[in-house]
Every structure is written in C-alpha cells, then in structure tokens.
C-alpha cells in the first residue's frame, strides 16, 4: 500500500485518501485490460500477424531481384538490353557496308581483328531512321553461339530495374517488336529479350546472290 | 566456430529448454493457427510461412505440462526436424547461448 510521503512544505492540504485508493484501482483495472484484450482483439492479432507471415515473400523477393540492363536510345526511345548479354560497347568508327544483305543489316565492324556485323534494329523495328554520325555506338551482344553489334543513337548508361517494375508486352505492339520484347518499364524503356534476338534465324544471312529470290 | 554447441533457449512455465541453433529457421510472435481434423493430439493445426504449409506443435501438451489457452502474447519457434520443419509454440525465446 502507498504510504503518505513526509512533505517539505508544511502547508499541506489534507489528502483524500479514498480518492487515491480508486484512482489506483481504477488505474489497476485498466492495467489489467490493456494486458490481456478481448478474444475478437486477440483474433484479430493473429490474424493479420498470420497474414503477413503468410505474404511476406512476395515483397522482399520482387524488390531484390532486378535485371541489369544496358540502356540506350534508339530514336528518341529508350531501349534496354540485359547486361549479362553485352559484352562490350565500342564507337562506330568504321563500317563497311555488306551488299545483298537484308536492310536491317548495316554493314560489318572489325573490333580487334573480330568481324561483327552491325543491325540496325530501328529499320527491324520500323522507327524512322536518323543520319550515322561518329558519336553513333555500337552494343556487341554474344551468347555461345552468336555474337554481332546493335547499332545504337546513344547509350544511356546500366541500370538495375526490379522484375516487378517490368510489366508484360502491350497488346498494341505487334510483329517483329512484340517478338523480341521482354517488357517495358514504368518509365516507358522497352527491355528487349537479347535471348530471343541472338536465337533468331531470320538474322542470320547465309547467302544472297543475284539469282535469289528475296 | 562449432554450431553444434550453439542453443536457443526458451522457456515454457519457467522451465528453460533449448534447441540448437542451426536447427532454428526463425523466431516469431504467435499467429492464427488454421485447425486441421484428424490430426495428432499435440498438433495445433497448420500456419503458412511464406507459402510453406508447416504443422504447429502444442509443446505443453508434447512435454505434459499444464495447458494454457495460447494468446498473441506468445510466441513461435520454427525448427527443422530431420523430416520436415515444424513450429512450436513457446512462452518466450531466449538468447543465444554457448554451450
């Protein structure tokens, strides 16, 4: 029990100490609720602690995993490259233009003795086509297989975008552009599947003759 | 560094218990426990765990210890087992000690 303390100052009122006494019971009774709350509330805890046990994953999973990308501009649009895929960016000094090959295909490149040819995916992809200048680059992509240059405007730079921020192809685009596409991100860049474009058999010229037909 | 001599300790009614360390997948408050029918007597039921299904084990009821009604001030031990990781109900988890 409280006992009544000896006060400095010698004026004191005298204390109403049944007051006191249920202030503190009051205060007991209230103590004693809050440490143990009604089933519902007791409910309720469990339940939403159950649900983000539950959900937990999905959030921490889709914001580590990301996609490093090459960004660069192809006509005033963004495009973006898997990294892992990309083995080097050179500018375009000098080409040699190949004749009888698809329009898509600019021309070959000697980078260190290796001859690459060069595709120029804004014709693949129908975008209007600008002037070559020297400040042109060229984004040698290879897998095992394959390995040729994509001709780029200017390259933006690597960023790591998370698989979530990618969303699915749009429904508008069609053709060739809907096939190599990985996705687009929130920012409007378009991903492309460097997978899908090293695999692809349509860019690979085995021979163009005079007599052949196109 | 030997694992094997690393514990958690927790309590359940003063009485403190351990588990080794390596052993321990996580630590946590209790949450809503789904009841499955025929079920062994010491299994609570089943929680989900970030998509994993894993039996919740009334470890009173295991040891024979008096039962309690468990409420949100108790809390979860989830431990691999040589055949599946299961989840224990306790009163409090302890800290890490060496043995």
Known sequence: ?214 | MNQGHQLVVFTLDEQRYAVPLFTVARIGRLVEITPVPHTPEIVLGVIDVQGWIMPIVNSRRRFRLPERKQGPSDQLLLVHTARRPVALVIDIAGCREDL
């Not at chain 1, 004191?12 to 006494?21: A, E, F, G, L, P």
């Not at chain 1, 600019?106 to 060069?118: A, C, F, Y």
């Not at chain 1, 060739?176 to 058999?201: F, K, N, P, Q």
Request: charged share 20%.
């Open chain 1, 1 to 214: 029990m409280p006992a009544p303390g000896p006060h400095a100052r010698p004026h004191t009122t005298t204390i109403d100490w049944r007051t006191v006494h249920r202030c503190l019971e009051a205060a007991q009774a209230a103590l004693e609720h809050g440490v143990t709350p009604t089933p519902e509330a007791q409910y309720s805890i469990l339940r939403a602690r159950a649900q983000a046990l539950a959900h937990e994953p999905q959030r921490e999973e889709a914001a580590r995993e990301a996609l490093d990308v090459v960004e660069f501009l192809l006509a005033y649009e963004t495009y973006g490259i898997e990294a892992s895929y990309v083995r080097e960016v050179s500018p375009l000094k000098a080409f040699t233009p190949l004749p009888c090959t698809p329009p898509c295909v600019l021309g070959i490149i000697n980078i260190r003795g290796q001859i690459l040819s060069v595709i120029d995916l804004k014709t693949f992809f129908d975008l209007p086509a600008r002037g070559l200048t020297d400040l042109n680059k060229v984004i040698v992509v290879h897998d095992e297989h394959m390995a040729f240059g994509l001709l780029a405007d200017a390259i933006l730079g690597v960023r790591s975008i998370p698989l979530a921020a990618i969303q699915p192809a749009l429904p508008t685009l069609t053709g060739i552009r809907e096939a190599y596409l990985r996705g687009v991100t929130s920012e409007r860049g378009v991903i492309l599947d460097a997978g899908r474009l090293l695999g692809d058999s349509n860019l690979i010229v085995l021979e163009w003759g005079e007599g052949d037909e196109r």
